[in-house]
């Protein structure tokens, strides 16, 4: 999820050249992206060799489980959220009980944003779009596992929705 790849493709503008436009756009894409994987594949280089020396399998580098399971969680806002225009959505949430906040506990500087958190979800940024976005904008890095657990509130609360299940933390 590098917050990169959630601008747009090629515009449907008045460009007279799509196709020319698309292929460009799309190329430039592919380079921005080989740029972004050189780093990993130098690491994975540097670990290679003293493997090899050693005779021990080679370190794999992923993505951890709580980001596999973010990158599956796209959530998305419900009819809720403007049913009471500007501000009505604060009843909803205000309403969620003690018991699914102790739940799903979100320390007060956990994320970087909450309002631009919620701005973010749109039906097409995953959880992990989302941290990934907050954390290009805002020099305080935001907690995965809290905004997973913002968004089991925020789902609580019948503000969002999704088909992916979300498991809650101990922290």
Do not use: C, M
Not at 99 to 117: D, G, M, N, Y
Request: charged share 25%.
């Amino acid at each position: 999820g590098w917050a990169g790849r959630a601008t747009p493709g090629p515009g449907r503008g008045r460009a007279r050249d799509r196709a020319g436009v698309r292929g460009h756009v799309q190329g430039r894409r592919r380079a921005v992206e080989a740029v972004a994987a050189a780093p990993q594949r130098a690491l994975e280089a540097h670990l290679r060799a003293p493997a090899d020396r050693l005779h021990l399998p080679q370190l794999r580098f992923g993505a951890a489980d709580l980001e596999r399971l973010a990158a599956g969680v796209v959530p998305r806002q419900t009819a809720l959220v403007k049913a009471d225009g500007y501000r009505g959505w604060r009843a909803p949430l205000d309403g969620v009980s003690d018991e699914v906040k102790q739940q799903f506990p979100v320390a007060r500087r956990a994320i970087a944003s909450t309002s631009e958190l919620q701005l973010l979800i749109d039906g097409r940024n995953s959880a992990l779009d989302i941290r990934d976005q907050l954390d290009a904008q805002y020099s305080q890095a935001s907690d995965l596992q809290a905004i997973l657990n913002h968004l089991e509130i925020l789902r609580a609360a019948g503000l969002v929705e999704w088909s992916a299940p979300v498991e809650a933390s101990g922290r």
